[in-house]
């Protein structure tokens, strides 16, 4: 008998609350990512898309809602557990050991591996970006802003994880670097890696994405497959509902 069926949900969050000290933020989100699936969240800034992939991955407390991974519930508020179960969360901003080399920082990244396993892990994710690669010894400070952020996202695929978070990757980067993160995201999907991907550049995110997910308010306000024909129309009612509602 297999262990799960194969369009069984990866990640299914449901009523998810949460929020900041007495702010809630959100008010009951339900989402779901199947395994090898990309999926975008879109909203105005200020929605709460941060917030989810926060308490997505241990980072912030939840007020209520459950959430399962990979078949199992999911601890509220903690990081490693969400690191153990296979969850990688690309935060928002290039945030790097400046001081530190390339290299050091991906090593860093799978601080918990054992030490062969890290170093082929790091030159994986490396195989990924020629640029960071041919730079490895260089300070990460010595990086564009653009290239600091493909460091970013490097260090989350050291951890070869079953899910990654991506908050607004294409922050600072070149129409080059951006199409290239996003390459990097569609090799991830066939390798069967799911994708939450949180974006502003609302075409890029839809190009590369199988469903998307609309937040205003703390709430979902559309889900659909990004092949929905209609899907210009709700996504524009959807962003208006934000401005006017
Ligand atoms: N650390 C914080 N403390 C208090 N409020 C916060 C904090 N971070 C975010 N917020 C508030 O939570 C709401 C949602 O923020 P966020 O999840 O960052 O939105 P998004 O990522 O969609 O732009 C906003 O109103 C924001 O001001
Ligand atoms: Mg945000």
């Known amino acids: ?36 699936e990309v999926v975008t969240l879109l909203g105005a800034n200020g929605a709460g898309k941060t917030t989810v992939l926060r308490a997505l991955s241990g980072l912030l407390p939840r007020g209520g809602g459950s959430i399962r991974f990979a078949g199992a519930a999911l601890p509220p508020a903690d990081p490693r557990a969400a690191v153990r179960a296979g969850i990688a969360h690309v935060i928002e901003g290039h945030r790097v050991f400046t001081q530190l080399p390339i290299a050091d920082n991906l090593l860093l990244a799978g601080y918990d591996l054992s030490g062969a396993t890290r170093r082929a892990r790091v030159e994986e994710a490396l195989a990924e970006f020629p640029e960071l690669a041919a730079r490895r010894h260089e300070r990460a400070g010595a990086l564009s802003g653009g290239q ?48 939450l991907l949180v974006e502003q550049l609302i075409e890029k995110a839809l190009g590369v994405a199988d469903r998307v997910y609309a937040l205003a308010r703390g709430r979902v306000v559309l889900e659909a497959a990004t092949d929905a024909p209609d899907l210009p129309a709700r996504l524009e009612r959807a962003y208006l509902g934000e401005v006017s509602g």
């Open 148 to 195: 600091q952020q493909m460091l970013a996202v490097a260090q989350g695929l050291v951890r070869r994880p079953r899910l990654l978070l991506l908050d607004e990757p294409s922050a600072g980067l070149s129409p080059v670097l951006v199409d290239r993160v996003l390459t990097v995201l569609r090799r991830l999907r066939a390798a069967g890696v799911a994708v």
């Open 1 to 36: 008998m297999p262990i799960s069926a194969p369009e069984a949900d990866l990640l299914e969050i449901r009523g998810l609350v949460a929020g900041y000290g007495k702010i809630v933020v959100l008010h009951g989100v339900d989402l779901a990512v199947r395994q090898g």
